[in-house]
Each structure stands twice: as C-alpha cells, then as structure tokens.
C-alpha cells in the first residue's frame, strides 16, 4: 500500500492531533502536575501527565515519553484504558487523546519545567483546582473494569462550553 492510499493529502477531511493522557497511581495517589504558570493552557490548572505524540511514536511511546520527561518516572507498563475524541463540526482540526492508567513503582519524581508534580489522595482530589474534563474523566477511568476501554467525545455545546460525553465498551470485540 502506498503512502497516499491512506488519505493523507486529502485536506478537505477532519484531522486530529495526537496526545497522551496517563493517570498515574501508588498507594491510593493520584499524581498531577499544575501547569507551570508560562504554559499557554491550563496555567496553574491540574491534569494530568501527558502530551502531544510525536509522528515517530506510537501512542504508547509518546505515553512513556511524557511520563519519563515530565516525572523521572520509568513506568513498567501502561494499559489503554481510554480513547477521547475532541472535536466540533465547526472546526475542521481536532485533538485524539489516549488516556492511560499506570501504576508507579515509587513518589519519588523528579520536576521538570511543565509545572508542579503533586500526589493526591484517591478520596480528596481537589476537583476545583482541575482543568475542565478532569473531574468527570477520572472517576470513569479508575471505575472501569480491567476488560473496559472508555470512549469519550467532547464537543461545544451552544454556550461554547465543553460537553463531555463518555461510554464504557466491555472487551477487546467491541460488546
């Protein structure tokens, strides 16, 4: 197959840009980084670690990458546990993001220039302190069941804010 055949030059379709999510845990924290307050988005905003993937990554490598940049933190694994898709009718661009739960072998991590790294409890996130999507996404993350994947949709609602829409699918076929 040639590399066209895959629609790539096709301008006229709706195209997305790639990004991480991972939710990281140990001992009943969750870490999250504050946004340092020089970063375009979300500056002092919870969230958390991740970024844009790059095009030589998979989506799990550019995961990794974000983590270890941003914490120090060499993960063992990663497991897929969301897909979110960021777009609007309105907007030919749009954001995919692949949000991934992990589990750290220590809270020993090391800062970085994106902003704070912070553990919170599982049972006082400080959802207030959060960006937008948070404070719905990571209860339906760390509920799923290890055979779920999540698929989320946000959207603009007619206010311009932000409707966030999620769906729990059960096993690897799709049921």
Excluded at 123 to 145: G, R, Y
Aim: negative net charge; charged residues 20%.
């Amino acid at each position: 197959m040639r590399w066209q055949d895959q629609g790539t030059h096709l301008t006229d379709r709706h195209r997305v840009i790639p990004r991480a999510l991972c939710l990281i845990t140990h001992g009943g924290k969750l870490l999250l980084i504050r946004a340092a307050p020089h970063k375009r988005l979300w500056a002092g905003k919870l969230n958390g670690i991740g970024g844009h993937i790059e095009p030589d990554e998979t989506p799990l490598e550019g995961a990794l990458r974000e983590v270890s940049e941003e914490t120090g933190l060499q993960l063992p694994a990663l497991r897929l546990c969301g897909i979110i898709h960021v777009a609007d009718r309105r907007d030919p661009s749009g954001i995919m993001v692949f949000v991934y739960l992990g589990e750290a072998p220590t809270c020993e991590v090391t800062p970085s220039g994106e902003g704070t790294l912070e553990w919170h409890a599982l049972d006082a996130l400080p959802w207030d302190e959060m960006v937008a999507d948070m404070p719905s996404l990571v209860p339906q993350v760390l509920n799923l069941a290890p055979d779920e994947l999540l698929y989320g949709h946000y959207t603009q609602g007619e206010n311009g804010e932000v409707v966030f829409r999620y769906m729990a699918v059960r096993g690897l076929d799709g049921n």
